[in-house]
T-cell receptor, first 111, second 114 residues
Framework: AQSVAQPEDQVNVAEGNPLTVKCTYS??????LFWYVQYPNRGLQFLLK??????LVKGSYGFEAEFNKSQTSFHLKKPSALVSDSALYFC?????????FGAGTTVTVRA | EAGVTQSPTHLIKTRGQQATLRCSPI?????VYWYQQALGLGLQFLLW???????NRGNFPPRFSGRQFPNYSSELNVNALELEDSALYLC?????????????FGPGTRLTVL
C-alpha cells in the first residue's frame, strides 16, 4: 500500500518570504514523487517530480522540492513567495499502478 | 500542443439519473485516469485505462464505470446518481503506463446532483 500525508491544511506566508509545503509518504519500493498546483476552478498543473538522482528537484515557477529518503519526505519550497502562488497544492506518490494524492494544502500569500 | 480536454464543464442532474463525462487526452498519450475531487476530500482515484483496457479501479461502487475508445479518448459513466456524487471529476492522461510518467490534468467537469 502507498499513502501520502500533507500535515498542514493551510500555510500562510507574507510575499517575499520563503514558502514550504510539507509532504511525507509511505511506500514499499522506490517512490516516484510529484507536486501539483490547483488554482480555483481549474485542473491540476504539474510542478515537478522526483524519479531518481539528485535529491533537490527544480520545477516550474521557481519551485523546488527536496527528497529525503530517511525522513520519507518530499517538501515543496520556494525561496520568495508571490501573491500569485496562492493556490491548492497536492503531493502525490506513485510506486504501484496508480498515484496516491495527499489531501492538499491551501497556500495563501499575503501582500 | 493541446492539453487534456473535458466536457461538459458543468453538469446538473437529479438523484437517480445517469451522467456521462468525456475526456480527450493529450495527443500521443495512451493512458487516461479519472479522479473524483469532492469538497475537502482531495483526489480519489476512480479508474485507469490504457490501450483501451481498464487497468485498475479505485474503491468506488460498480455504478461508476467507463471506457476508452480506439482514439484513446475516454468516457466516465455514473449510474443511479446520489447526492454525494456531487464533485469535480478530473481526467488526466500520460504518455504510457510507467510509474514515472507525469499525469497531465484537464480542467474538470463539475457534477452537481440535486
Amino acid at each position: 500500500a502507498q499513502s501520502v500525508a500533507q500535515p498542514e491544511d493551510q500555510v500562510n506566508v507574507a510575499e517575499g518570504n520563503p514558502l514550504t509545503v510539507k509532504c511525507t509518504y509511505s511506500v514499499s519500493g522506490n517512490p516516484y514523487l510529484f507536486w501539483y498546483v490547483q488554482y480555483p476552478n481549474r485542473g491540476l498543473q504539474f510542478l515537478l517530480k522526483y524519479i531518481t538522482g539528485d535529491n533537490l528537484v527544480k520545477g516550474s515557477y521557481g519551485f523546488e522540492a527536496e527528497f529525503n529518503k530517511s525522513q520519507t519526505s518530499f517538501h515543496l519550497k520556494k525561496p520568495s513567495a508571490l501573491v500569485s502562488d496562492s493556490a491548492l497544492y497536492f503531493c502525490a506518490v506513485r510506486a504501484a499502478d496508480v498515484a496516491s494524492f495527499g489531501a492538499g494544502t491551501t497556500v495563501t500569500v499575503r501582500a | 500542443e493541446a492539453g487534456v480536454t473535458q466536457s461538459p464543464t458543468h453538469l446538473i442532474k437529479t438523484r437517480g439519473q445517469q451522467a456521462t463525462l468525456r475526456c480527450s487526452p493529450i495527443s500521443g498519450h495512451t493512458s487516461v485516469y479519472w479522479y473524483q475531487q469532492a469538497l475537502g476530500l482531495g483526489l480519489q482515484f476512480l479508474l485507469w485505462y490504457d490501450e483501451g483496457e481498464e487497468r485498475n479501479r479505485g474503491n468506488f461502487p460498480p455504478r461508476f464505470s467507463g471506457r476508452q475508445f480506439p482514439n484513446y479518448s475516454s468516457e466516465l459513466n455514473v449510474n443511479a446518481l446520489e447526492l454525494e456524487d456531487s464533485a469535480l471529476y478530473l481526467c488526466a492522461s500520460s504518455l504510457a503506463q510507467g510509474h514515472t510518467d507525469t499525469q497531465y490534468f484537464g480542467p474538470g467537469t463539475r457534477l452537481t446532483v440535486l
